[in-house]
């Protein structure tokens, strides 16, 4: 499957984040330098966007407002998380938390302790998620996008953060000077938009300067190895 770089930061850096970026993600809950404000998701008109609550109710999220629920420390957990996911299932909308191995752990052990509708114990298998590791290398990551994962399907894997990798280099600057997080992502999930049939010249245009610019960032993750 086609993979694609997604960032995500809060709302006050989202001008940070690459104006080509082919998939993004934003917070809809949270104070007002994290929430992403309508003329924030505009600038990304034509990536792929995933809109994250983190609130420890997820009421977003329960709503349909919100694409994924994060489950890490100081937003959701993964208890609260199995609870909205079987409303969000009984409407036939789809699921996805965010977290760590550890946190998905957890919510997949709160999704196999629910029961409901006669369903068969397994019911919420394939579920999407969204695993956070930055332990990984953008390589592992990439092996893990599409595969299951403790029940769930991975769509997105998170491998880098400012903190994790301060030096990797984005347009603009590195991941500690934007204040960006990294992730490598199923293009299919969330997908951009289509192209607008009056901009038909602009996908092979832009199918080019993908690949060149995969080729730039091969050679500088080579070159800052060997540093």
């Not at 850096?13 to 924030?40: C, F, H, L, N, Q």
């Not at 491998?159 to 500690?176: D, E, Q």
């Not at 204040?179 to 245009?205: C, I, K, M, R, Y």
Request: glycine share 8%; hydrophobic share 45%; charged share 20%.
């Amino acid at each position: 499957m086609p993979i694609v770089t997604m960032y995500d930061t809060i709302g006050r850096d989202s001008m940070r984040i690459p104006a080509g970026a082919e998939k993004v993600a934003g917070y809809v809950t949270g104070s007002p330098d994290i929430i992403w404000t309508t003329s924030d998701w505009e600038k990304f008109a034509r990536a792929g966007r995933v809109r994250i609550d983190q609130s420890p109710d997820g009421a977003l999220y329960q709503n349909g407002h919100a694409d994924v629920h994060d489950i890490e420390r100081l937003a959701g957990t993964p208890e609260k998380f199995a609870g909205l996911a079987v409303r969000r299932h009984a409407r036939g909308w789809p699921n996805c938390p965010y977290g760590s191995t550890v946190a998905l752990q957890a919510a997949a052990a709160a999704l196999d302790a629910i029961h409901y509708d006669n369903a068969p114990p397994g019911w919420w298998h394939g579920m999407d998620a969204w695993l956070a590791n930055p332990d990984l290398s953008i390589a592992e990551a990439d092996a893990l996008v599409g595969k299951p994962y403790l029940g769930f399907i991975l769509r997105a894997v998170q491998w880098a953060t400012p903190r994790s990798n301060p030096n990797t280099g984005v347009i603009g600057g590195t991941l500690a000077s934007l204040n960006l997080d990294l992730s490598v992502a199923d293009s299919t999930w969330f997908p951009a938009p289509p192209v607008p049939p009056e901009l038909g010249w602009l996908q092979p245009v832009l199918t080019t300067a993908r690949a060149l610019k995969d080729d730039i960032d091969g050679l500088i993750m080579a070159l800052e190895a060997h540093q």
